[in-house]
């Protein structure tokens, strides 16, 4: 089960998603249709990081990995300030 996984991880299919995720929020702020402190872009923005972040952990790139961790941080904690607001 584990090992179909961390398969399932390390497969192109979930770095696709990832990206797709990232590039979609960031395409769609940029458009004014979502807000960057909005929760849609800010999960979208988190999914798509931690989606990343487990693949190039998987596969070794370190310099990847560390770029979608504190992307997948700064996301978090955006989520986290907003649901402190309310």
């Known amino acids: ?10 497969s192109e299919g979930v ?3 990832g990206m797709t995720l990232i ?3 960031f395409l769609l ?3 004014d249709f979502l807000n960057s402190k909005s ?14 972040a487990i693949r190039a952990y998987l596969i070794d790139e370190w310099a990847f990995f560390i770029l ?3 992307w997948f941080l700064a996301a978090v904690m955006g989520l986290w300030a907003l649901s402190n607001r309310n």
Request: charged fraction near 15%; hydrophobic fraction near 60%; proline fraction near 3%.
């Open 39 to 52: 929760p849609t872009y800010l999960w979208m923005m988190a999914g798509g990081a931690a989606l990343l």
């Open 68 to 70: 979608e961790a504190v």
């Open 23 to 25: 590039l979609s929020a």
């Open 15 to 17: 770095a696709y998603l």
């Open 29 to 31: 702020e940029t458009r």
């Open 1 to 10: 089960m584990i090992e179909s996984i961390i398969d399932f991880a390390n």
